[in-house]
């Protein structure tokens, strides 16, 4: 394997509470996956002894950082946000050189990175997300008195962010579970995902930065570099790790679950994992311009080369002229379409891989694929074609396959649509094709995909995610490993949180959000009503 001549300004390093810490546990490398080279500088590891001293300044910053005022706490993200926008040319060069994504998507990938962050800062300062509730005492009350309640969510602790592949900036190192743990008070050991490693070491250091522009102790973040296998396995054992996120293959998801599962004291895993993204297309939604509706399919089909998390895998057609002419209108437009590099050359094999496995199956056709892409790790984009009896007893029609291919099952009524639903494992979303005539055939369908799906769509392709206030990113097994939760939007916090009840406790001992005075200016329910703390003085517009 060559070498590539870039260089770089990058050390190569972790970066364990604010301090470049050289790694004993070997070296590895970023790869350019459009040529294979391998990039500069090579990244050294680190052991187990290493990682403790990550773990163990986290635990020490905890109570200091846990209890920020929420203008402090907000400013930081703040800070965050723009230190990664001030490296912003640099970051997007060295990740396109890495992942083989196009500049333009990461640029929107990083501005919605930053977004995040400044919306997380807004909730910080308004403070809902404490969920302080207020229980006056009753003492006349019949037949018990009623006790002075109090109620407050604090953090878990020092939480374990693992970076993902596909979005090396919005899933990776400052990304959404990085942003919601520091949101929540967590300080964040981050395991980089070694396939982007220059990546992770320039918003490394624009963190830290920020770490230390805010004046906070530098164990709120570390960043550190080793073999998924063992350190991250040792990472998510640590007793000081108290909850864990994670974007990434099933396999690897399920075995930091069962690794969190096993500790002398269990902590939660919040893993994004698999889903196959179910569409689901009714007649009327074939009356259109087939050609126009197909190069829409294809566009979300193929976008990224597939390597989203939303990508619409499976495709559900209704047998007919209208279906077939659909599919008819696929082939054309998939024919022109060129397969682009993927994230890297394992990927790309896997991919390639499970477009194999799928196409071998007895009662699968082959619908079109595409051309090869112009380089080793770009394959054609392919979309097959089954029955619904078959993906009723087929679970391999069911698997996820990381790249551009998808899957379209014919059904011939609205019994066989809710059935197939009912079978589906589950799924980050699931999308609707139809109009008003469809609602008393799609109508039996809503139940099934409410206990299937994290977020249903109405005339709408499930890639591209919004992050605000009532995004839903998350579903049942084997999409996340707790189906109550979301990876994006405001409600990310809360899976870092935790609530505590102070009963009859002094007024001088009570923390700042439940004190009588709301020092914080927090909204607040009181007495089971909500109590709004109203415009706080230099407030923003």
């Keep these: 394997m060559s070498v590539s001549t870039q260089t770089t300004t990058l050390s190569g390093h972790s970066i364990i509470a604010g301090r470049q810490v050289v790694g004993t546990g070997g070296t590895t490398r970023g790869i350019d996956p459009a040529t294979n080279a391998e990039l500069e500088p090579a990244y050294s590891l680190v052991d187990e002894a290493q990682l403790a001293e990550a773990t163990a300044a986290a635990e020490e910053a905890f109570e200091s950082f846990s209890s920020l005022d929420p203008e402090t706490h907000a400013g930081f993200l703040e800070r965050i946000a723009a230190n990664i926008e001030a490296a912003g040319p640099e970051l997007v060069d060295r990740a396109s050189t890495e992942t083989g994504l196009p500049k333009p998507r990461l640029q929107g990938e990083l501005a919605r990175t930053t977004g995040q962050l400044r919306l997380f800062a807004r909730v910080v300062r308004q403070g809902d997300h404490r969920g302080v509730r207020i229980e006056p005492p009753l003492p006349e009350r019949t037949p018990l008195p009623r006790p002075d309640l109090r109620q407050r969510k604090v953090p878990l602790g020092p939480v374990a962010v693992f970076g993902a592949s596909n979005f090396p900036f919005a899933f990776s190192t400052a990304g959404g579970d990085t942003a919601s ?114 190069r829409a399919y294809v566009t979300s089909l193929t976008g990224s080369s597939g390597q989203l998390c939303t990508n619409p895998g499976l495709l559900f057609v209704p047998r007919g002229e209208a279906g077939d002419a659909f599919l008819a209108a696929v082939g054309l437009v998939l024919a022109d379409a060129e397969g682009a590099t993927m994230l890297t050359p394992g990927i790309a094999r896997s991919c390639r891989e499970g477009i194999e496995a799928l196409g071998s199956q007895a009662d699968v056709e082959i619908v079109a694929r595409g051309k090869e892409g112009p380089t080793e790790n770009a394959p054609a984009p392919v979309v097959f074609s089954s029955q619904v009896p ?39 979303t699931a999308s609707l094709f139809l109009s008003e005539e469809d609602v008393p055939t799609a109508a039996p369908l809503l139940p099934v995909l409410e206990r299937k799906v994290g977020r249903i769509l109405a005339n709408g392709w499930p890639t591209g995610v919004d992050v605000g206030e009532a995004m839903v990113h998350g579903g049942p097994f084997p999409a996340t490993s707790d189906s109550r939760t979301t990876s994006v939007g405001t409600l990310a916090i809360e899976r870092f949180l935790r609530p505590v009840a102070y009963q009859n406790i002094p007024g001088a001992l009570l923390p700042a959000p439940v004190q009588d005075d709301n020092p914080w200016h927090l909204n607040r329910r009181v007495d089971g009503r909500i109590q709004l703390a109203g415009p706080r003085e230099g407030d923003r517009a």
């Design 390 to 428: 078959a993906f009723l007893t087929n679970p391999v029609l069911q698997e996820e396959i990381f790249g551009a291919s998808s899957l379209a099952i014919r059904y011939g009524s609205a019994e066989e649509l809710v059935a197939a639903a009912a079978r589906m494992e589950g799924q980050l």
């Design 181 to 294: 743990a520091l949101a929540a008070g967590c300080p964040v050991v981050f395991k980089a995902h070694n396939a982007h490693p220059g990546t992770g070491e320039i918003v490394g250091r624009a963190l830290t930065d920020a770490v230390r522009e805010s004046g906070l102790h530098p164990g709120v973040f570390s960043l550190i570099y080793g073999p998924g296998a063992s350190i991250g396995q040792a990472l998510v054992r640590d007793p000081a790790i108290k909850a864990v996120g994670f974007t990434g293959s099933r396999g690897a998801g399920t075995a930091l679950m069962a690794t969190a599962a096993a500790r002398p004291e269990p902590i939660p895993v919040y893993a994004e994992m698999s889903s196959v993204n179910p569409v689901f297309l009714f007649d009327s939604a074939l009356r259109g311009d087939a050609e126009e509706f197909a």
